[in-house]
């Protein structure tokens, strides 16, 4: 994926969780992660990337 | 003007200019004037002086007494530059102006990203240097007074309504009012460079479309002497003001530009008193270790917009700058798009009051400009989407991107400013490619539309003497060129016979340019010797490629070998508009 395209899919990503409000949002991104992790193919891949994103969620 | 307590002026003398006499304004009555500018600030001084560097005289009329106060735009770009240095205005700039190329963002208290524009040893110019808009706007005053002939500069000149003729065949009628006397002017074309709130647009009765709201930004320029270097510094949700974003550019003259935006809950007025502002910027010059030696200068509030006319022209006035368009303030595209309004109008508005081109080139202006207004839009907005996400789902997606940039390089891009670049007219009517039957993915770049790509070459004087130099040199206000690629020999013999006829016919100047790798004995009006084949490779040149090239430097056409009649008839379809007009003409 390039720059552009990368910045393109997450826009998208974001109107579609706007689109669908607040409260509508988390299970949107929850389907997303499902369909994320069916095409990723790679259940060792799939854990470090759940592992990841969860070691990210405090700043410093 | 007296600066606030705790205020400090700008280290500027803004001087300050007197009406034009009375009895010199009263023979408005007199002669239609070719060009009228209304408005002179960026826009209005720019057109002023690419008209006048061609020999095209015209008035300019600002409202004010001077140049304009308060920093305003501060980041110019290589594409900017690249027109003043046409403009002989460059020199001051480069040698006030401080040069950056890069950048750092930080979430919180960890650097995020940093990133650098394009930048390589074949430009000639910075990508962006900053410098306050009041010295950009004094140094093209001063460069205007030495076309003195050309350009009358009338201050203190208001004008109060446009009367008629705006889309009909006779001149136009404009109201203008100076102190204790006001009095009517007609001119064959009017261009309203009247900023932000154009009274021009308002006499039309014209609309700018777009959304008319992206943000609040306070912006302030502070006095502060400092070692930090001179680049783009941008805070999400910094210790020193939770929850919001701030920017911090370096000016000449140890002058800051501090800016942050302002909660849809927070009152405007409020929000730019001093009591409110000084605290926050003080707290973040503390938190980067800055301590408290600093002076305020000059507070704003900015309201970002994403708006634009549908169309530039309107009969005989044609609309450049902030009075055509308002971009969001990420990306510095607001006054480096007006500049590249100025340069894409002059020669066309040149060409048409010589008589030498049909005015409707000049709707090619327009559809070329409003083009690149959207694309500017479409940056600045996406932007301003993550500088000032506008709802959760940006808000809670650009978190998801501060807090993974640490450990994950690929989401960093979207962090990166976009910053201003020179834009491709894909769609205008002018490129010569189409008719000549090979689509847009056939055509090496650099495109029809695009800005030609300037290198280092050699030029060659009458004696074969070297001097270093760049392409784009080549170069001059209101004239096309061609460049030839090729081993070694002469231009096609053709090209001499177009240039007289093109001369006799119509007026134009064509310049014609040879480039090779080795010592070049062609009958070329400019030589260039392309050492090491940096420049042919640059252009995807094949042997005997032939590149037009506008008097803006974008690229009219190419040709894979070309002899006198395709160039021709491409600058004959651009002096008639484009192809519809020719065939009707």
Redesign the interface.
């Known amino acids: 994926m390039t720059?552009s395209e990368?910045?393109a899919a997450?826009?998208a990503?974001?109107?579609?969780?706007?689109a669908a409000g607040?409260p509508a949002?988390m299970p949107l991104l929850a389907r997303f992660a499902l369909l994320a992790m069916v095409e990723i193919d790679d259940p060792e891949a799939v854990r470090r990337l759940i592992a990841?994103?969860a070691?990210?969620?405090?700043?410093? | 003007m007296t600066p606030a307590p705790g205020f400090v002026p700008y280290p500027f003398e803004f001087h300050r200019h007197a009406p034009p006499d009375p009895d010199v304004a009263a023979a408005g009555n007199g002669p239609v004037v070719p060009v009228v500018i209304v408005g002179g600030g960026i826009a209005g001084l720019t057109l002023a002086l690419a008209l006048a560097v061609q020999g095209t005289r015209s008035l300019v009329l600002e409202a004010d007494d001077t140049v304009c106060t308060g920093s305003r735009a501060i980041c110019f770009s290589r594409r900017s530059l690249e027109i003043f240095e046409r403009l002989g205005v460059l020199g001051p700039m480069l040698a006030k102006g401080l040069p950056w190329t890069g950048g750092r963002s930080y979430y919180r208290n960890t650097e995020v990203l940093r990133f650098e524009m394009p930048n390589d040893r074949r430009q000639k110019l910075p990508p962006m240097i900053n410098l306050q808009q009041y010295l950009v706007e004094a140094y093209l005053v001063e460069a205007i007074g030495r076309h003195a002939g050309l350009v009358e500069l009338r201050w203190q000149s208001r004008v109060t309504g446009l009367v008629a003729g705006a889309g009909g065949d006779g001149p136009v009628e404009l109201d203008v009012e100076q102190p204790g006397r006001s009095y009517r002017l007609r001119a064959d074309w009017v261009v309203a460079c009247d900023g932000g709130r154009s009274r021009l647009r308002d006499a039309l009765g014209l609309k700018l479309e777009g959304t008319a709201y992206e943000g609040r930004y306070v912006v302030a320029d502070i006095a502060l002497r400092c070692d930090l270097p001179t680049e783009r510094l941008a805070w999400f949700d910094p210790p020193s003001n939770p929850g919001s974003t701030l920017l911090m550019h370096r000016q000449p003259d140890d002058i800051w530009r501090v800016d942050y935006q302002i909660g849809d809950g927070e009152d405007a007025a409020a929000a730019v008193q001093p009591e409110n502002v000084l605290p926050r910027v003080d707290a973040h010059l503390r938190m980067i270790g800055l301590g408290r030696a600093w002076s305020p200068i000059w507070i704003t509030l900015y309201k970002a917009n994403a708006l634009t006319l549908p169309r530039y022209r309107h009969g005989r006035v044609l609309f450049a700058g902030d009075a055509a368009h308002l971009v969001p303030i990420f990306g510095v595209r607001g006054a480096n798009s007006t500049i590249d309004d100025a340069d894409n109008l002059a020669w066309k508005l040149a060409l048409v009051v010589a008589g030498r081109a049909d005015p409707a080139l000049l709707d090619s202006y327009s559809d070329e400009r409003v083009q690149a207004a959207h694309e500017n839009l479409a940056y600045g907005r996406k932007s301003t989407q993550f500088m000032a996400p506008p709802d959760f789902a940006f808000r809670t997606m650009r978190e998801a991107v501060l807090a993974l940039a640490v450990e994950t390089p690929a989401v960093r891009s979207l962090i990166n400013p976009r910053q201003s670049s020179p834009v491709r007219y894909v769609d205008s009517p002018l490129n010569a490619s189409r008719e000549e039957g090979h689509g847009d993915e056939a055509q090496p770049e650099p495109a029809a539309g695009s800005v030609l790509p300037s290198c280092p070459v050699r030029w060659l004087d009458a004696a074969d003497g070297e001097r270093p130099g760049h392409l784009a040199d080549m170069l001059q206000a209101g004239r096309f060129v061609v460049v030839h690629f090729a081993a070694e020999g002469p231009v096609p013999p053709a090209w001499r016979e177009l240039q007289k006829q093109l001369l006799d016919e119509c007026g134009v100047v064509l310049r014609t340019v040879s480039v090779r790798p080795g010592t070049d004995r062609s009958d070329a009006d400019l030589r260039a010797r392309d050492t090491d084949g940096d420049a042919a490779a640059l252009h995807g040149a094949s042997p005997e490629a032939a590149i037009l090239v506008r008097p803006d430097g974008h690229v009219l056409g190419r040709w894979e070998s070309a002899g006198g009649a395709p160039i021709g008839a491409a600058i004959r379809t651009c002096l008639a508009g484009g192809p519809g007009r020719l065939e009707r003409a």
């Open positions: 720059d990368l910045d997450y826009t990503l974001c109107e579609a969780l706007a607040e949002a990841r994103a070691a990210a969620t405090e700043p410093r």
